[in-house]
C-alpha cells in the first residue's frame, strides 16, 4: 500500500490556526531611510546628530494609528532664517512651555499670549514627523512635522501610556491619551513628552 499523499504547503496554511499566523509590522528604520524622510521635508535645513548611538525612535505618538518618527537633529549651519521662518512647513515648540488642560480642575488657567518659540544655533532638536496612511512616515506624503526645543534629555525611548505611567508609580495615569508617549530623564526629571491634541507637551 502506497503512503498517503502529503499535504502541501497552501494546505497547511489554509488550515493554519489564527494564532499560528503571525503579521510582520514595519521593518526597522535604517539611518538612509531615515535621512530621507528628514531631507524630504527639511531639504538640508537640519542635521541627525550621528554622535548618538541611536538617534531616533519610532512610535504611534499622536494616536492615529499610524507609525511616526522622532530623531534627534541639529540645525545646519545658516539655517536658521529658513527654521524659524513664518512660511516654514514645521512647527517649533518647547514642550515644557505648553499650557495644557488639567483633568482634576475644573477652572482651567488661560495660556495667555506666548512669545513664539524660535530655534537657536546649537540647539539640540527634537524632530518629529507623523506618518501617513500604511507606509507611516516612509509615506512621501507624510509632511507633518514639529521641531521641538529643550526637548532632549537621556535614555529617550517609545512608550505606551501605561508603561510609562507604571514606570513613574502612577503618575500620569489621569491622562487619556491617543498613542505612544516619549520617554526620557531630561534636565534630571523623569518624564514624557506626549501629544496634546495639537501640539507636544511634558509631563513630569
Avoid at 95 to 112: A, R
Avoid at 156 to 164: G, H, N, V
Wanted: charged share 20%; net charge neutral.
Amino acid at each position: 500500500m502506497s503512503p498517503p499523499p502529503q499535504p502541501t504547503v497552501a494546505a497547511l496554511q489554509a488550515t493554519a490556526s489564527p494564532e499560528s499566523k503571525k503579521t510582520s509590522g514595519p521593518s526597522a528604520p535604517t539611518l538612509a531611510e531615515v535621512q530621507e524622510a528628514v531631507t524630504r521635508v527639511y531639504l538640508n535645513a537640519v542635521v541627525i546628530d550621528t554622535s548618538r548611538g541611536e538617534p531616533f525612535i519610532v512610535g504611534d505618538f499622536n494616536g492615529d494609528g499610524s507609525e511616526d518618527i522622532a530623531v534627534v537633529v541639529k540645525p545646519a549651519k545658516g539655517a536658521l532664517p529658513k527654521l524659524n521662518s513664518e512660511y516654514a512647513n514645521w512647527i517649533v515648540e518647547d514642550p515644557q512651555k505648553v499650557v495644557t488642560l488639567d483633568p482634576n480642575k475644573s477652572v482651567q488657567p488661560s495660556p495667555g499670549a506666548q512669545e513664539p518659540v524660535r530655534v537657536q544655533q546649537g540647539d539640540l532638536l527634537l524632530l518629529i514627523l507623523h506618518g501617513y496612511r500604511q507606509a507611516g512616515w516612509r509615506d512621501e506624503l507624510a509632511r507633518q512635522t514639529f521641531l521641538l526645543r529643550n526637548a532632549i534629555g537621556e535614555n529617550i525611548r517609545a512608550q505606551s501610556l501605561d508603561e510609562a505611567s507604571r514606570a513613574a508609580g502612577g503618575k500620569g495615569a489621569q491622562l487619556r491619551l491617543p498613542g505612544d508617549v516619549i520617554r526620557e530623564r531630561l534636565k534630571g526629571q523623569d518624564g514624557f513628552l506626549y501629544w496634546a491634541s495639537a501640539k507636544y507637551a511634558w509631563h513630569q
